[in-house]
């Protein structure tokens, strides 16, 4: 594989806040879990939460597996 074009970083506060507010209102990762303009509501709270608990999936090389769950509704 040829060398990284980038040295990857961790998020910061401000790219999760980011991400957040760039979710569709009126969806939510799946049924019966929280919706997206909850977690837009409440976004700048929960952040400074967040942030850590991110980079710690890469600090200490672990990724829950729930996080890696998918549903796929067929329609």
Same mark, same amino acid.
């Given at each position: 594989?040829?060398?990284?074009?980038?040295?990857?970083?961790?998020?910061?506060?401000?790219?999760?806040?980011?991400?957040?507010?760039?979710?569709?209102?009126?969806?939510?990762?799946?049924?019966?879990?929280?919706?997206?303009? =909850?977690?837009?509501?409440?976004?700048?709270?929960?952040?400074?939460?967040?942030?850590? =608990?991110?980079?710690?999936?890469?600090?200490?090389?672990?990724?829950?597996?729930?996080?890696?769950?998918?549903?796929? =509704?067929?329609?």
């Amino acid at each position: 594989y040829p060398p990284p074009k980038w040295a990857f970083t961790p998020p910061t506060d401000r790219q999760i806040l980011q991400a957040i507010r760039r979710l569709k209102n009126g969806k939510a990762t799946r049924p019966g879990t929280i919706p997206n303009d =909850i977690f837009k509501a409440v976004a700048e709270l929960i952040t400074p939460h967040l942030g850590p =608990i991110y980079r710690a999936t890469f600090t200490l090389n672990i990724y829950p597996d729930e996080w890696s769950r998918t549903e796929t =509704i067929v329609l």
